[in-house]
């Protein structure tokens, strides 16, 4: 069975790994948003594909979910003392990635030839495909005006009002080499427990994927559970844009391409109105507390998955 995940952020990563433990390397493709992807410090940084990658090869921080385990941050401290930018938590070890990754940027290798690389060099045996070589930067509308998105999320802390997002160039982007293909050799697309609006819609927005993804059987698992976000301000964002924030607000977010839904015991009595939606349901635990907990979830998503295969 192969397995296409579309993941970003701190959730998505914790299934991705839960599903790289149980599929076999060539089983699985993680493609992941790059709508985070900024410069800063005259380097690239690709928080959500070094989020992922950094999780699979064990390497992450298991307090913040970003960055690197048994991290220092003596570079930030200095740009700090010379009054430079330090709102942005780069570490001593991630800034050899970023300034790898720039490197090479720089000579002129593509980003999704880079994170092979990268993840070769980790000892990832998944494919990790960014979502597009192109650069898609996610802008946040808000009642402060037009935001790149960690101007939003990490200088201001989430705080201004969200009214919308656009994903700038995604209308001529195309994706990644690697990742049409994967598409068309695929049994089941898992959409990770990833923030809708900002981690899984600037991949669904890539105009080639979005027609290749509506042929295939599609599960996604809801990262708001009991109407709170396990992480991050996606409950924040559902509210400022007048949507209630529950697993349903998720469910219907993805109506239109859904096949099945995963969503958490303790909102057992949404199950009957998903279900309207005319997609099937699995209530499971959805918490992913431990790395016991995201091999379960991811066990549970796909034994689901090969039902909606057969449907
Ligand atoms: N998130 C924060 O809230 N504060 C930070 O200082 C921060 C630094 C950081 C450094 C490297 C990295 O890969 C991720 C980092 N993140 C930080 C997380 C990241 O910006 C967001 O989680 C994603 O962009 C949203 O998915």
């Given at each position: 069975?192969?397995?296409?995940?579309?993941?970003?952020?701190?959730?998505?990563?914790?299934?991705?790994?839960?599903?790289?433990k149980i599929?076999?390397?060539?089983?699985?493709?993680?493609?992941?948003?790059?709508?985070?992807?900024?410069?800063?410090?005259?380097?690239?940084?690709?928080?959500?594909?070094?989020?992922?990658?950094?999780?699979?090869?064990?390497?992450?921080?298991?307090?913040?979910?970003?960055?690197?385990?048994?991290?220092?941050?003596?570079?930030?401290?200095?740009?700090?003392?010379?009054?430079?930018?330090?709102?942005?938590?780069?570490?001593?070890?991630?800034?050899?990635?970023?300034?790898?990754?720039?490197?090479?940027?720089?000579?002129?290798?593509?980003?999704?030839?880079?994170?092979?690389?990268?993840?070769?060099?980790?000892?990832?045996?998944?494919?990790?495909?960014?979502?597009?070589?192109?650069?898609?930067p996610t802008?946040?509308?808000?009642?402060?005006?037009?935001?790149?998105?960690?101007?939003?999320?990490?200088?201001?802390?989430?705080?201004?009002?969200?009214?919308?997002?656009?994903?700038?160039?995604?209308?001529?982007?195309?994706?990644?080499?690697?990742?049409?293909?994967?598409?068309?050799?695929?049994?089941?697309?898992?959409?990770c427990p990833?923030?809708?609006?900002?981690?899984?819609?600037?991949?669904?927005?890539?105009?080639?994927?979005?027609?290749?993804?509506?042929?295939?059987?599609?599960?996604?698992?809801?990262?708001?559970?009991?109407?709170?976000?396990?992480?991050?301000?996606?409950?924040?964002?559902?509210?400022?844009?007048?949507?209630?924030?529950?697993?349903?607000?998720?469910?219907?977010?993805?109506?239109?391409?859904?096949?099945?839904?995963?969503?958490?015991?303790?909102?057992?009595?949404?199950?009957?109105?998903?279900?309207?939606?005319?997609?099937?349901?699995?209530?499971?635990?959805?918490?992913?507390?431990?790395?016991?907990?995201?091999?379960?979830?991811?066990?549970?998503?796909?034994?689901?998955?090969?039902?909606?295969?057969?449907?």
């Amino acid at each position: 069975m192969k397995i296409i995940a579309l993941a970003g952020g701190v959730g998505g990563a914790k299934l991705a790994d839960g599903l790289a433990k149980i599929l076999l390397p060539e089983d699985l493709t993680i493609i992941v948003n790059t709508g985070d992807d900024f410069e800063h410090l005259g380097l690239k940084i690709c928080p959500d594909l070094d989020t992922v990658c950094y999780t699979l090869a064990g390497l992450g921080n298991p307090q913040t979910g970003w960055g690197r385990a048994d991290e220092s941050f003596n570079a930030l401290e200095n740009v700090r003392q010379l009054g430079g930018p330090d709102w942005f938590g780069v570490g001593d070890r991630d800034l050899g990635t970023h300034l790898e990754r720039t490197r090479r940027l720089r000579e002129g290798q593509p980003l999704s030839q880079i994170t092979r690389d990268f993840c070769k060099a980790w000892g990832i045996g998944p494919t990790v495909l960014p979502m597009s070589d192109d650069s898609i930067p996610t802008i946040v509308l808000s009642d402060e005006g037009e935001l790149p998105f960690q101007e939003y999320f990490v200088h201001r802390r989430c705080e201004p009002r969200v009214s919308g997002f656009r994903f700038q160039g995604v209308e001529t982007a195309a994706p990644a080499p690697g990742v049409v293909q994967a598409m068309r050799e695929a049994d089941l697309v898992v959409i990770c427990p990833s923030n809708p609006w900002v981690s899984i819609d600037p991949i669904l927005a890539l105009p080639t994927l979005k027609s290749e993804i509506e042929s295939l059987p599609m599960v996604a698992v809801s990262p708001i559970i009991g109407g709170q976000a396990v992480k991050g301000p996606v409950v924040k964002m559902y509210q400022e844009l007048g949507i209630q924030p529950s697993a349903l607000a998720v469910a219907r977010h993805y109506q239109d391409f859904l096949s099945g839904f995963v969503f958490d015991q303790v909102d057992q009595d949404l199950e009957s109105e998903i279900q309207q939606l005319n997609v099937l349901t699995l209530c499971a635990d959805t918490l992913m507390t431990s790395p016991t907990q995201r091999k379960r979830l991811a066990q549970d998503v796909l034994k689901f998955g090969t039902l909606l295969m057969e449907k």
